[in-house]
C-alpha cells in the first residue's frame, strides 16, 4: 500500500478518512497500524475516522475497542466522536451503552450539542421507553439546545411505538409553536401511533386527509397504516389501503408483505395468503429475515390447505 514514509499525522488523517468515506476498511486499518512503524501517535482524529468506518459497517465491538483504546492512550474522545459511538450501539441495540456514554460526556464535561442529543433520541426510541426518550429530549431543552425537525420526528417515532397519542400531540403543538413544518417522517409517526393506540379509524382519516392535500408520503407511510390495521385485523381494510397504495404507484416493499401475508394466516383467510405470496413472486423481491420466515410459515400453512402452486424456492429466492 505505502510506497514512501508519512511523514505527519495531518496526512495520515486525510489518507485515513478518504478510505473510510470510499469504504475501504481493511486498508483504513492497515494505515492506522502504520502509525507505528513511522513512531507518530494518532489523535483524536484518527481514532475518530476509524471508529465511523467500523460504525458505519456495523462492526461495533471494533468500533468500541477502538473508542477505548484511545481513552487508555489519554486521548479524550471529542464530541464527534462521543455522538458517534452512541449512534452504533443504539443501531447495535444496546441503549444502556448509549445512556452509559452519554453519562460519561457529562461526567467529563464534554460539550454536549443537538447532534448528540438526536444520536441519544434514535438509541433509546427503540428501546420501547416513551418515558426515557420523553425524558431525554426534556433534558436536551433544560440544557439550551434547540431540538430539530429530527429532534422532534425521533421523539415522535419514540412516542408512536406504545402508542402515547395525548403526548405526542403535546409535543407537536410545541413543534408547531417553535416555527418548525412537519414533515413525512412527522406524519408517519403520527399515523404509526395512531394505529398503536387502537385508533385505526382516525389513522385512516389522516392518511386520506395527506392524499388528498396532496402530502407526497412514501412506502413507510403506507406501512405505518397498514401496521395498525393489521393489529386491528380488519383485514377488507388494510387490503383496500394496499390496493390504493399500488393504483397510485408505489411499489410495496418487505414489510407491506409481511404484515398482509401475516395477518392473513392468523385469520387462516387462504385466498389473501395465496394473493400475497403471489404479488411477491412477481415483485421480485429478495426476502429479508422476518420475510422469510413469514413465507416459511405460509407455504406450510397452504401445503396443509393443499392450495399452494408455487414451489417454495421460487417464493424464498433462496
Sequence with gaps: MRRYRISNVSSYNIMIKNLVKDSELTKSLKVFHMFETDQLSPDVGTY????????K????????????????????PDTMTYSTMIDCYGRAGKVNRALQLFEEMKRKNVRLDTRVFNSLLRAVGTSYKPSLVYNIFREMQYFGHVPDIWSYNLLFYGLARRGRRKRL???????????????IYTYTAIILCLG????TK???????????KGVEVNVKTWNALLRGLTKEDVIEVAFSVY???????????????SLLLENSIALRDAKKVYRIQRDFRDSRLEPDAPMQKILQRSIRYMSKDRRTPFDPQVLLKS
Excluded: W
Aim: hydrophobic content about 35%.
Design 48 to 55: 475518530h475516522y476509524i471508529v465511523s468506518g467500523l460504525c
Design 57 to 76: 459497517a456495523n462492526k461495533t465491538k471494533m468500533a468500541a475497542m477502538y473508542f477505548e483504546g484511545m481513552k487508555k492512550l489519554g486521548l479524550l
Design 169 to 183: 400531540r403535546k409535543v407537536y403543538r410545541e413543534m408547531k409553536r417553535d416555527g418548525l413544518k412537519p414533515d
Design 196 to 199: 398503536n393506540a387502537g385508533r
Design 202 to 212: 382516525s389513522a385512516y382519516n389522516f392518511m386520506q386527509g395527506l392524499l388528498r
Design 243 to 257: 390496493n390504493d397504495m399500488k393504483a397510485r404507484g408505489f411499489k410495496p416493499d418487505n414489510t407491506t408483505y
